[in-house]
């Protein structure tokens, strides 16, 4: 049995690992919550922020603007 302690979250991401040698920092997208998962070893999981992605991060995650 899965049991979550908590389904809501703030949504980090970040472009690339690495820039050459220097860590890519992450940006905070907002809040989050829940919403499914699916599958195991990965497991991947399904959330819906409270606010529209920004327009700047639509390119760079294969999104229509």
Do not use: K
Request: aromatic share 12%; charged share 25%; glycine share 8%.
């Amino acid at each position: 049995m899965l049991l979550y302690r908590c389904a809501e979250a703030f949504g980090y991401v970040r472009e690339q690992r690495r820039q050459g040698t220097v860590t890519e920092p992450f940006v905070c997208l907002g809040f989050a919550r829940y919403e499914s998962h699916e599958g195991e070893r990965p497991m991947a999981i399904r959330w819906r922020l409270e606010r529209e992605i920004p327009a700047a991060w639509m390119p760079v995650m294969g999104l229509a603007v």
